[in-house]
């Protein structure tokens, strides 16, 4: 085993969830992860970087579960037989508890070690006298440390802790004299009645303030956008360009005429939907709501555990199907079935608001993303309700509620714009591209005429078809529905439109979904999850399509009469 100074040197960092890995990883190796979430199951991968000043190749490992019962632990612990060292992280306020069960469940052997104790400003004193004791029993180096905000002297600390590491001596020590640490307080979030009611409160807050404000703000600019760049850029190009660069660029689906709604559109949603559950990460509240409605959710297949990787998917599905490994393995098929159907990226909530305001119907939107999650649920305890895990699958403690480090919500939201710009909208303006020369070929208008006996099974027109084609290929795909910047939209009953939408986006997930679902649980479940998505789309499209038509013609007959 090699140790000296300046040669590759492997190190791991082994800890219980919401033990402060990532935040320590991060201050170690200033990585701009933005992964010292206060909520369990932040990590869902290994992230590695090098120390330079030591050499250490640094890993950061996805937290260990308490019943070993995820993908997450299996691969921190099958990531731990590769390492030279490891660096043991556990929280000062549950040191006794969370070492010995770390010295249970790893295999250590003849590696050498070192321990971080966070959270260290909980109780400075005690903690350190806590992580004294732990030293002296295992023979190892331990260090008390604020994990979410290292200092410099901290992180020295930390450092010369790992170059002294050495082998546990026992890995049965002997439990510390008691100390009254402090416990994460309680709230009205841990009230059994009261608390499930206040989390779907904060949940429907954490998403419906975003999109409420973005939509103002997409609502107001784009009105003096189109007048002020879109309409004199039209009126300039249109007269020079070759009939294929105009439709490319000025069409109904051109890139200064679709790609500017898709932007527009998309953009504040993903921009404040990112701030808000940035915060809710890092505050904390994640933790306790994931507790509280671990009873609700329950009923319809899933668990607490499965609560956050559905509501990433408010983010992006990609990423919640990564962080589906951190559910149990009896309910992570129903937790990705849970995140296909019922929760809309930002993206589509981008695209669906545009649909909507575009068509004059804003009002849409409220009760399309209530029935999303009511059919999303419904869904998934059709399908996976048998699933329901057995028993407890939550951590015996909780985290502390403490206030957002500017610094890590800033990281996040930065990571998620950034993804936003060079992979999100670059696609779709290629989807534009494609759907341009399509429609300039002819090639729309065909399919929208081989189509229309199909959209006719849900009181649609055939004209319909091409957004539902694009948004198998991409969610916000559907915004090609905007063609003629919204006037075929304006000539569509309500029923239509939010019937459309709904076929549209929830017939199947996303291309690049689907395919992650693939690499993540295998062909056989990615297409069976697909299957029974498509069937539940296609029945539930067809009952409010036709459901519409017959409101709408009791109506009129009314009306008539």
Not at 243 to 248: F, M, Y
Not at 392 to 421: D, E, M
């Amino acid at each position: 085993m090699s140790t000296g100074r300046g040669t590759d040197r492997s190190l791991v960092l082994v800890g219980f969830e919401s033990a402060g890995k990532s935040a320590l990883f991060r201050g170690l190796t200033g990585c701009e992860t933005g992964d010292e979430a206060n909520f369990r199951g932040s990590t869902v991968v290994c992230r590695s970087a090098r120390l330079a000043e030591t050499g250490w190749n640094m890993v950061d490992t996805p937290g260990i579960r308490e019943d070993e019962d995820s993908e997450t632990t299996r691969l921190a612990l099958s990531r731990l037989e590769a390492s030279d060292t490891v660096l043991l992280v556990a929280r000062g306020t549950g040191l006794r508890r969370e070492l010995e069960g770390l010295l249970e469940r790893i295999n250590i052997g003849s590696r050498r070690a070192a321990l971080a104790v966070t959270f260290a400003d909980k109780a400075p004193d005690d903690i350190r006298r806590i992580a004294l004791h732990y030293r002296q029993q295992l023979g190892i180096p331990a260090v008390a440390i604020d994990a979410r905000n290292l200092a410099a002297e901290s992180r020295s600390a930390v450092l010369e802790a790992i170059e002294q590491s050495s082998e546990v001596a026992t890995r049965t020590p002997e439990p510390p004299p008691p100390l009254h640490l402090p416990e994460p307080e309680r709230t009205i979030l841990e009230h059994p009645i009261a608390g499930p009611w206040i989390s779907v409160l904060i949940v429907l807050a954490m998403f419906g303030v975003p999109v409420w404000g973005a939509y103002q703000l997409a609502s107001r600019l784009q009105p003096l956008v189109d007048a002020w760049a879109i309409e004199p850029a039209k009126a300039a190009l249109v007269p020079v360009l070759p009939s294929i660069l105009a439709a490319i660029l000025t069409g109904g689906y051109g890139l200064l005429t679709l790609g500017w709604y898709s932007f527009l559109w998309a953009f504040p949603v993903v921009l404040f939907i990112g701030i808000a559950t940035a915060i809710a990460e890092e505050t904390g509240l994640n933790d306790r709501m994931t507790r509280s409605l671990d009873p609700w959710l329950r009923r319809v297949g899933l668990s607490g555990r499965d609560l956050i990787p559905v509501l990433t998917g408010y983010g992006c599905n990609v990423v919640a199907v990564f962080q589906s490994r951190a559910c149990s393995l009896r309910t992570r098929h129903s937790c990705v079935a849970m995140i296909g159907l019922g929760s809309a990226c930002s993206y589509q909530i981008g695209a669906s608001l545009s649909i909507f305001g575009s068509s004059g119907r804003p009002g849409l939107f409220v009760p399309y993303l209530l029935l999303l999650f009511l059919v999303g649920a419904a869904h998934t305890r059709l399908w996976s309700g048998r699933r329901t895990p057995e028993g407890p699958v939550l951590p015996a403690r909780h985290s502390f509620l403490q206030r957002p480090g500017s610094r890590a919500v800033w990281w996040r939201i930065r990571a998620v714009l950034r993804q936003f710009l060079l992979q999100a909208m670059p696609i779709f303006l290629f989807i534009c591209v494609g759907a341009a020369i399509l429609a300039h070929l002819g090639v729309l208008d065909s399919i929208s005429a081989r189509a229309a006996p199909l959209m006719r099974a849900f009181n649609l027109p055939g004209e319909a078809a091409p957004g539902v084609v694009f948004s198998i290929l991409r969610k916000d795909g559907l915004l090609t529905l905007n063609q003629g910047e919204g006037s075929w939209l304006r000539e569509r009953s309500a029923g239509e439109v939010f019937t459309l939408v709904w076929l549209a986006s929830t017939l199947t997930a996303c291309l690049v979904t689907l395919f992650t679902v693939r690499r993540e649980l295998g062909l056989r479940a990615s297409l069976v999850l697909a299957a029974r998505q498509a069937v539940t789309a296609l029945v539930t499209s067809a009952a409010i399509g036709w459901g519409c038509a017959l409101v709408a013609g009791s109506s009129i007959a009314r009306i008539l009469s």
